[in-house]
Nanobody, 115 residues
Framework: QVQLVESGGGLVQPGGSLRLSCVAS????????MAWYRQGPGNQREWVAG???????NYADSVKGRFTISRANAKNTVYLQMNSLKPEDTAVYYC?????????WGQGTQVTVSS
């Protein structure tokens, strides 16, 4: 069983920054791709960014150039650095891991961008 625990959300003004963290339990963290998703008010959950086991990254067009995903395998942690935040980035942010045919989600962390 894998548990994912996100942290780092909060209230930030437009143009501000936040760094989200997601700590994963379980072994062999380094061999699994990780991803961040978000779900805004009244919206479906959407993919934000992904990072492979080798460190290759991909981003949704809406966050490209503003968000950076990274991982620290020694800490079983994936990060999402969010800069130049906009009100439309307001959402609950979730991390996801797929392992042995199963999908694991964290409980989410709220990010609110407002003046």
């Amino acid at each position: 069983q894998v548990q994912l625990v996100e942290s780092g959300g909060g209230l930030v003004q437009p143009g501000g920054s936040l760094r989200l963290s997601c700590v994963a339990s379980g072994t062999f963290f380094s061999i699994y791709a990780m991803a961040w998703y978000r779900q805004g008010p009244g919206n479906q959950r959407e993919w934000v960014a992904g990072i492979s086991s080798s460190g290759s990254t991909n981003y949704a067009d809406s966050v490209k150039g503003r968000f950076t995903i990274s991982r620290a395998n020694a800490k079983n942690t994936v990060y999402l650095q969010m800069n130049s935040l906009k009100p439309e980035d307001t959402a609950v942010y979730y991390c996801k891991q797929e392992r042995s045919g199963r999908t694991y989600w964290g409980q989410g962390t709220q990010v609110t961008v407002s003046s």
